[in-house]
């Protein structure tokens, strides 16, 4: 079903990525408004233990998939990736569905953000309209990805750095407010975890609410496998950049999340808000207001800017770069695999910038649809998530049962086979506790808006499966080799004429 899209047509696929432009990639994807914003909520829905361990327990799930990924990337680094995998190790339906499963989801987020900027922009400038700043940054992320793969890593790697930074200088004045050094009213201590119903508010299922939040927080971090397909050197740079996104991530978070609790109790109305338009009552604004920070407000507005800049700018390459593997595999047209003298995906690119904006105006035509359009997204990083877990399942499996010893490989995902299997177990916990008081209540128009993605990945899956009789693939007979049409890859360090397993 593949095609040798980058060798029959244009250029090819440019390995520009270094190390440090992975490791800002999954970073960058992950730290955004769910910490900025979003993060006072958990606090309030679980109590400061309850947020810290649902936080943690996501965490860690996060790292055996990411480690998954890891191990995969490094032994056949794809474009694309999970959705490659998915066709190589499980079955060409699956692969068909998550792809397009996923670019759907990056072709609706994008706009999404992008809406976002505009509403961020407004905080300085009220009374010209958001769809003026939105339209600009349409134009800023589409040029950052059209120019080459490194100008997209460049960007994201300073974009990125501004959001790590921020979060650095937050712990430290959180600190030092906790010590009575700075905010003038004597040290905090730990007095907010034991305030009234605190550590644990709201008991097992306040936990679980914000556990089921915490996955999207995290979301993104997947796309250091996408971007693998174009790193100089992926079997250094994969994992090295997913281990220390990891524990970057979660220490940020973690600690994130144990400072605005000592500073701000449970009970603080204003830690409810998820809004942007409210960025006066984001715990980090609070947190730097009680420090004496004057201009806090017009601060994280402007870091809020920066991380949905970031998520905009990342969400269009990954768009760009599914399409691409997806025309490579024989699942979309063909000319969406073409590659320019660049390196990019032109047409792919084209076609996200098309669809977003086509998703972008549908708020203006009928509000309506367009939430629906946002509802059918909002699963598709979790069957990502699940995605992963099996095809790492199949591909560790079939490794072993054609004859490979595990010493072939150049990394080892953690704690195999149990890691796969909590991942693909807590993500289909949190996909189905999503709204479960949607299903209590009946209320149908919710739970079609919770659980569109569901319906949409099974018909595709279906589509494919009924059309071309599509099967799961005998372990004995999946296609292990390390060269792909159209993405060849062969480490330095084997020779250039070695038998490919095909």
């Known amino acids: 079903m593949a095609t040798d899209m980058s060798h029959q047509q244009g250029g090819e696929i440019k390995r520009s990525l270094q190390s440090r432009h992975l490791s800002m990639i999954a970073l960058g994807g992950s730290i955004g408004t769910g910490l900025f914003i979003a993060s006072g909520s958990a606090i309030t829905t679980a109590g400061p233990g309850g ?34 995998y998915a066709t190589k190790f499980v079955s060409p339906a699956m692969g068909f569905a998550l792809g397009w499963n996923y670019w759907l989801n990056c072709a609706i987020t994008v706009p999404v953000e992008v809406t976002t ?9 009220p009374h010209i309209p958001s769809w003026i700043f939105s339209a600009v940054v349409f134009a800023l992320i589409f040029l950052i990805n059209v120019l080459s793969v490194k100008s997209y890593g460049e960007t994201e790697f300073w974009l990125a750095l501004v959001k790590v930074v921020t979060v650095i200088v937050f712990l ?75 524990w970057r991530i979660l220490l940020f978070y973690i600690c994130t999340i144990f400072v ?44 809020i800017l920066v991380a949905v800049l970031s998520s905009a700018n990342s969400w269009m390459y990954a768009s760009s770069r599914m399409l691409y593997s997806q025309a490579r595999e024989g699942y979309a047209w063909k000319i969406l695999g073409y590659i320019d003298k660049r390196g990019i995906p032109i047409y792919g690119l084209l076609s996200t910038l098309v669809i977003g904006i086509l998703v972008w105006l549908t708020q203006f035509i009928g509000p309506e649809a367009y939430n629906y359009l946002i509802g059918a997204s909002g699963l598709s990083g979790f069957i990502a998530w699940v995605g992963i877990a099996v095809s790492h399942w199949r591909f560790r499996r079939a490794f072993v049962a054609q004859g490979h010893q595990l010493s072939e490989l150049k990394y080892h995902a953690a704690l195999f086979p149990l890691g796969p299997i909590l991942a693909f177990v807590l993500c289909l916990v949190v996909i189905c506790g999503q709204n479960i008081d949607a299903f209590i209540n009946m209320d149908w128009s919710n739970i079609a808006i919770t659980y569109m ?26 296609d292990l080799s390390r060269r792909t049409k159209g993405e060849a890859f062969e480490p330095a360090d084997e020779p250039t004429g070695e038998k490919q397993n095909h």
């Open 453 to 478: 993605t569901v319906p949409i990945f099974i018909i595709l899956y279906i589509y494919y499966k009924v059309k071309y009789g599509s099967k799961l693939i005998p372990l004995k007979k999946v």
């Open 51 to 84: 947020a810290l361990v649902a936080y943690a327990v996501m965490g860690i799930m996060v790292y055996f998939l990411m480690t998954s990924l890891a191990e995969m990337a490094t032994y056949i680094p794809l474009s694309g990736s999970f959705a490659a």
């Open 172 to 246: 430290i004045v959180g600190v030092l407010v906790i010590l009575g050094i700075m905010g003038g009213q004597g040290p905090v201590g730990l007095e907010n975890f034991t305030y009234k119903k605190a550590p644990f508010v709201n008991g097992f299922s306040g936990i679980l609410s914000v556990f089921l939040v915490a996955g999207f927080s995290f979301q993104g971090t997947e796309m250091v496998g996408i971007a693998a397909g174009e790193s100089a050197d992926p079997e250094k740079s994969v994992p090295r950049a997913i281990h220390s996104t990891f």
């Open 260 to 303: 605005i609790a000592c500073i701000l109790p449970y009970t603080n109305p204003n830690l409810l808000s998820s809004d942007v338009k409210d960025i006066v009552t984001s715990p980090f604004t609070l947190v730097f207001k009680r420090a004496g920070l004057a201009a806090a407000a017009s601060v994280m507005n402007a870091v």
């Open 117 to 125: 900027a505009g509403l961020v922009m407004n905080f300085w400038f």
